[in-house]
């Protein structure tokens, strides 16, 4: 990075632009986009004064991430619910986890908006598909409309919106059909339900993971429908959101949402500042925090803080934190929030099986075993790899590394002692 220089020149911030460009190759923007991007953070940034307190590394870095935020959108959008009630089409190629999402959605104007949504099984092709969704809000409890008799998906919504309307349904939800490729038969399907029944909003879903195939695919829909926004699903820890990017870049429609699991709750409105810092590796600690004030017990937290003020943590709280994590979601997610933290995640630093292995050692522990670390000696050690299906090793393995997660208890107030926390929990008690 740029160190000792006063002001950003062509010549100082040519390595760096090569490590921005680098970064947003590896979280998948296109190569085109990746390039054309770096230039225009170089017009911005050439001749800039760099403050005495802030390097030149770091100022590129923040004009970069400025950039990023502002191509993506610079502020959250979501779906304005301003008719009764408000219609929702979603399209997408099938597999892109359109059916799953539409149940989030409709879980999360459920209960986090106070609307009572409505799902419509459209998609005629694919029984499966159906009883997935009947499946999913039966588990929800919310209510599903379909009808296997009925095999024009246009009749299906109007019926659906009318029973809606008697119902006091204020958000309805249209799941249709997708197919392995783009089609004319499917366009032809989705653009004439669009003109029928006129949906206050259009959701392209997209799976992140398809890298520019998505993109081509968001064009190809875009152009047919012109949506109203996009939804990124399977936005897991192995994957940086370069996708984000480059649909929004491609098709100039904000990115609404995001999935990232298999659960009801594992999805999350598009926050643009948040992903920027996820494409350059610097994490989303925003939403760690939020997620992990969803899951914490708060009066839990400070008794456990006293606990460590105190040098007493033992392997009873140990294994609490390891449980309320693994309530936050997979290892490898909340990992990748964490400036960081991504890499190791990508890169199999963070073992997910570690922790049922864990898990395993210390519920084979006594009360006493647990409570005092320091009894447990050679005869105990053998009795624990037997009762958890482990070796003595891999116990020796973890008590060595619960000992320097005491240590590191003690300088809790280090901004990177939970990402140490993270990468050494994750590795238990098989550290690679």
């Keep these: 990075m740029l160190k000792g220089q006063g002001k950003i020149t062509e010549i100082n911030i040519s390595e760096t632009l090569k490590e921005i460009?680098?970064?947003?190759?590896?979280?998948?923007?296109?190569?085109?986009i990746a390039k054309d991007f770096t230039e225009k953070v170089k017009e911005k940034a050439l001749g800039r004064s760099v403050l005495t307190a802030v390097s030149p590394g770091q100022l590129m870095i923040k004009i970069t991430h400025e950039e990023l935020t502002d191509l993506m959108g610079s502020q959250e959008t979501t779906v304005e619910l301003s008719a009764n009630p408000t219609v929702i089409l979603m399209a997408g190629l099938q597999g892109s986890g359109k059916t799953?999402?539409?149940?989030?959605?409709?879980?999360?104007?459920?209960?986090k908006r106070g609307k009572n949504p409505l799902l419509v099984a459209c998609d005629v092709y694919r029984p499966a598909a159906i009883q997935q969704l009947k499946t999913l809000g039966?588990?929800?409890?919310?209510?599903?409309?379909?009808?296997?008799?009925?095999?024009k998906p246009v009749n299906i919504a109007k019926a659906a919106i009318q029973q809606a309307k008697m119902n006091e349904n204020t958000v309805v939800i249209i799941d249709t059909a997708g197919r392995l490729a783009v089609d004319e038969q499917m366009m032809n399907e989705i653009a004439e339900l669009k003109k029928i029944i006129?949906?206050?909003?259009?959701?392209?879903?997209?799976?992140?993971?398809?890298?520019?195939?998505?993109?081509?695919?968001?064009?190809?829909?875009?152009?047919?429908?012109?949506?109203?926004?996009?939804?990124?699903?399977?936005l897991?820890?192995?994957?940086?959101?370069?996708?984000?990017?480059?649909?929004?870049?491609?098709?100039?429609?904000?990115?609404?949402?995001?999935?990232?699991?298999?659960?009801?709750?594992?999805?999350?409105?598009?926050?643009?500042?948040?992903?920027?810092?996820?494409?350059?590796?610097?994490?989303?600690?925003?939403?760690?925090v939020e997620k992990a004030q969803e899951q914490f017990d708060v009066e839990e937290a400070k008794k456990l803080q006293k606990r460590i003020a105190k040098n007493q943590f033992d392997f009873n709280d140990f294994l609490q934190q390891l449980q309320q994590i693994k309530k936050m979601g997979g290892i490898k997610d909340i990992a990748s929030m964490l400036p960081g933290m991504g890499g190791a995640a990508k890169e199999g630093e963070i073992d997910e099986k570690s922790f049922k292995q864990t898990e395993a050692i210390i519920q084979s522990m006594t009360p006493a075993e647990r409570l005092n670390p320091q009894i447990i000696n050679g005869s105990r050690r053998k009795r624990l790899a037997s009762g958890s299906g482990t070796t003595i090793q891999d116990v020796n393995r973890l008590i060595k590394q619960f000992e320097d997660m005491q240590k590191m208890m003690k300088m809790f107030n280090n901004k990177q002692a939970m990402s140490g926390m993270m990468k050494m929990m994750g590795k238990m008690p098989f550290g690679r």
């Excluded at 999402?101 to 104007?109: Q, R």
């Excluded at 588990?139 to 095999?151: F, I, R, T």
């Design 21 to 32: 460009r680098r970064a947003l190759i590896d979280a998948d923007v296109n190569y085109k």
């Design 198 to 234: 006129h949906p206050q909003e259009i959701l392209f879903i997209v799976d992140s993971m398809t890298g520019q195939d998505a993109v081509n695919t968001a064009k190809a829909f875009n152009d047919r429908l012109d949506f109203d926004g996009v939804v990124l699903t399977k």
């Design 100 to 111: 799953t999402f539409s149940a989030k959605l409709a879980n999360y104007f459920k209960n």
């Design 236 to 288: 897991d820890g192995d994957t940086r959101g370069g996708a984000a990017l480059t649909i929004k870049a491609v098709v100039n429609k904000p990115i609404k949402f995001v999935g990232t699991g298999e659960k009801p709750d594992a999805m999350d409105v598009f926050y643009p500042a948040r992903m920027a810092d996820r494409i350059l590796g610097m994490g989303d600690i925003v939403s760690f």
């Design 138 to 151: 039966s588990q929800l409890g919310v209510e599903v409309y379909a009808d296997e008799n009925e095999k």
